[in-house]
Every structure is written in C-alpha cells, then in structure tokens.
C-alpha cells in the first residue's frame, strides 16, 4: 500500500482489519440474505424470526458475528498502542496474527473445516493477547 502513510505498521493493520470486515458483511448478506424466503423478510421490519438460512449462509452469519466480537478487541488495543506510543515486535506481530489469523477463519468456516478453523480464531486471539502485552506499562 505505498502512497499510504499509516504511520505505524498497526494501524495499517487495523485499516486492513476493517476492509476484511466489510468482506465479511458482504458475504453474510450474499450468502444468508440469499436464502430463498429471506430476502423478503430481510427487507422488512423483521418483527417476528425469518426462514431459517442455508448451511453456509448459517456459517457466513456465525462467521460475521464472530469477527465483529474479536475485531472490537483488536481495535482497543491498537489504538491505545498507538495513542501510547507503544510500537515494538511484539504488537506488530499481534497486529500480523490478528489479521492473517481471520483472513484464514473465513474459508476455513464457509467450507466447514474444523480443528483447523479452531486453529485460525486461536492465532487471531492470540494476536489480540501480544498487542495488549506489548503496551503493557510494566
């Protein structure tokens, strides 16, 4: 991304972070809005449950819900790094575990692969854990 001055690795990161969130809400809408029976009801007030949506819209719907819950966390802890003034190895490489961990969680849910699935979401929480540890004050 050269012309882009994100000032630190982290926030670039975090700016790529929130492209990958809007891939993730564009396959959720794509995949379990589609659902035959779905459209309807999801154009309207929504007041009472809709059809239940496809395997993998079910999945893309789980998957979305589970990025936005982790992607608040890595937010905070990028941004009080960056608001610290805390930039080492440590939350550069949770800032790189973070993202690259969820850019492998999509497919791995979508095509309903297990274990290693577990391993994606494991690697990106992990990210969050080493960025919080690397603007620890101590």
Do not use: C
């Amino acid at each position: 991304m050269q012309g882009f001055d994100f000032g630190t690795a982290e926030l670039r990161y975090l700016w790529l972070a929130v492209a990958l969130g809007l891939v993730h809400l564009v396959l959720y809408v794509l995949l379990a809005g589609g659902t035959p029976g779905r459209v309807g009801w999801a154009l309207g007030a929504r007041d009472e449950a809709g059809p239940a949506p496809s395997k993998i819209g079910g999945r893309a719907d789980r998957a979305w819900k589970n990025y936005v819950e982790t992607f608040a966390l890595f937010a905070a802890v990028v941004l009080m790094a960056n608001a610290l003034g805390k930039h080492n190895a440590r939350t550069l490489l949770g800032s790189e575990l973070f993202f690259w961990g969820r850019v492998a969680y999509i497919p791995l849910y979508l095509f309903g692969v297990p274990f290693v699935r577990t391993l994606a979401w494991i690697a990106a929480i992990v990210g969050i854990v080493f960025v919080f540890l690397g603007i620890y004050p101590g």
